[in-house]
């Protein structure tokens, strides 16, 4: 779902940047018989480099939030033998 996000993200993005070039070609320094090609190369570029980096975002926050998942279990995991181990009646392990 992340990358469909991103999806949207890059279209939105290439459509505020071609109206910008579309106000303003020949200040951005593109010759007219040119332009047509430039806004379709930066339209896939936008598009694609969006959609990527979205759904690597989102890999990266659940790759977070599984590391957190870990740690927690792990500290609950040493908290559970340390009151084992340390329970009344109950010789240390030598």
Not at 83 to 94: F, I, L, M, S, T
Request: net charge positive; glycine share 6%; proline share 4%.
């Amino acid at each position: 779902a992340a990358w469909l996000l991103g999806l949207l993200v890059g279209l939105a993005n290439s459509a505020l940047a071609l109206l910008l070039l579309a106000v303003q070609p020949l200040a951005v320094g593109i010759p007219g018989t040119e332009l047509a090609s430039t806004v379709i190369s930066y339209l896939v570029l936008t598009v694609v480099t969006d959609a990527i980096l979205c759904a690597f975002a989102s890999w990266y926050r659940r790759f977070l939030r599984q590391s957190q998942e870990r740690s927690r279990a792990a500290r609950e995991a040493r908290a559970r033998e340390q009151r084992r181990q340390n329970r009344p009646g109950r010789q240390p392990a030598r």
